[in-house]
């Protein structure tokens, strides 16, 4: 299961003028390296005016700042798409660069108000972005997302999507729909892009995943009934995987890869990968 960071303590607002700097260009973290190389780190230094207050990693207040178009990179510091940097920072500082991700976007797009169109205004107490003409707050949202290891007769199904570059297998996961639970989702995934149904629906874990905006909700299930049709919209390849031969999966970053190698272990193999 995907572990819980405990070190960082969120807030909405903060006096410090100065602190740790997660600054975002893009996708991706302007980081720092120690003279003559070594791994990145988030560098410190004084906030920016515009600059939103995150918390505190073991006592130390967290920033997150958008580069502005045309703004450069903070001296000393260059950009690096936040997904290379898995395992290249601490575990704490990517989950916090994952949280100044998602905000930064947050605060860029609800600078005006969704229905009247005037501007909009922070808030000191909590996170919400205030319309300054008829009081609406827009609040940051999340897209739920379920995410499955289907396993039947000790082989889990894994699948390639058809729209990802990269040619490796996976987990099936899919979007929550209004009005609908979190196990139905599964259930109606599954079904939609393999063909087949599932009973013994289990919660597994869940991971933020900022590049989406989503939270991923991860589940176990059996197979119930039925053979593999893909989707063919949606999946190039799907079959039954024993885990001592896997295809090429998904690298240590995801709650995807969490699943796989769950199932490995619970088969006695090595996660090694």
Known sequence: ?????????????????????????????????????????????????????????????????????????????????????????????????????GITAWDRDHRHCGRCGAPTERSATERVRTCSRCGFGAYPRLSPAIIALVERDGRALLARNARFPLPFFSTLAGFVEVGESLEAAVAREIHEEAG?????????GSQPWPFTGSLMIGFT?????????????????????????????????????????????RHGGDTGM
Do not use: N
């Not at 070594?38 to 939103?52: K, L, T």
């Not at 087949?196 to 597994?204: G, H, K, P, S």
């Open 196 to 204: 087949i149904a599932i009973t013994d629906v289990r919660y597994f």
């Open 1 to 101: 299961m995907v572990s819980e960071r405990v070190a960082f303590t969120p807030g909405i607002s903060s006096t410090a003028t100065e602190g740790r700097l997660y600054v975002i260009s893009g996708q991706s973290l302007c980081v720092a390296y120690a003279a003559g190389g070594g791994e990145p780190h988030v560098p410190a230094g004084p906030v920016p005016r515009s600059a939103i207050y995150l918390g505190e990693l073991a006592g130390e207040p967290c920033f997150a700042h958008l580069l502005a178009d045309g703004e450069a990179a903070p001296e000393g510091t260059d950009p690096i798409a936040l997904r290379q940097l898995f395992g290249a920072l601490p575990d704490d500082d990517f989950g916090i660069a994952g949280r100044a991700l």
């Open 221 to 265: 299930a059996r197979w119930a009934s039925g053979d593999i049709v893909a989707e063919p919209s949606e999946i190039a390849d799907a079959d039954w995987f024993p885990p001592d031969q896997l295809p090429r999966i998904p690298p240590k970053l995801s709650i995807a890869r969490e699943l796989i190698d769950d199932f490995v272990r």
